[in-house]
């Protein structure tokens, strides 16, 4: 174990690292090696003595947040053995979306392939249970399965590109003569729905999940 730094009343964890790394994240920053250890009060050398890289603290960073949405999937239903299983995929739809929006920088790592560990095991077996419940098993889970999580997955980094960004550009009004311009405009309005009106939003993701899973359920 390295010594204990001076101005260190304890010893450096790998979770505190991880923790340290999502919240340059949410400041704003993307983390590296020296930023972590000038934040810890630390040596280069005590972050790589935890992590061999950084791509190894991003998982571990990604980690915490996916331990954030199960928390929330269990706020939305408490009790998954009393519901049916589609509102159990609507709420772990749901509970992904709303945590990685609040570590929204940090999102862009969520669909980079995770370390199946912790959580995401936790995770993966609420799923497979879930996809058996609706009849559906082995092959037949994993592929219904890629295109739940394409589609949810898909929703969250989407949203939370358009919310990182910050203030978008005025919408151009389109001349009523043109071509489908009620349609175009009201496209080009849902394209900034993340800021104008992130409920309905929400709302529009929940029904879009619905029709996904009511889609793959044999």
Do not use: C, N
């Amino acid at each position: 174990m390295p010594r204990l730094a001076q101005d260190r009343d304890t010893h450096l964890t790998p979770e505190e690292i991880a923790a340290e790394a999502l919240r340059q994240f949410d400041d704003g920053r993307s983390p590296s090696i020296r930023s972590l250890a000038a934040a810890l009060k630390v040596a280069p050398t005590a972050i790589y003595y935890h992590y061999p890289s950084r791509a190894a603290i991003l998982d571990a960073a990604v980690e915490l947040v996916w331990h954030e949405a199960f928390q929330i999937g269990l706020q939305i239903l408490p009790d998954l053995a009393a519901v049916e299983p589609a509102d159990v995929l609507v709420a772990g739809g749901l509970a992904t979306r709303r945590a990685f929006v609040r570590h929204g920088l940090l999102a862009k790592h969520l669909a980079e392939t995770p370390e199946v560990g912790g959580t995401l095991v936790d995770g993966l077996a609420v799923l497979a249970g879930t996809f058996e419940q609706l009849g559906l098993r082995g092959e037949a889970a994993a592929e219904a399965f890629h295109t739940y999580a394409s589609f949810v997955i898909g929703s969250t980094l989407f949203v939370t590109t358009r919310i990182v960004a910050g203030p978008q550009h005025p919408v151009e009004p389109i001349d009523p003569g043109t071509p489908a311009a009620d349609t175009r405009a009201a496209l080009q309005q849902m394209m900034r729905i993340s800021a104008t009106d992130p409920q309905r939003d929400e709302e529009l993701f929940v029904a879009g999940l619905r029709r996904v899973i009511a889609a793959i359920v044999p």
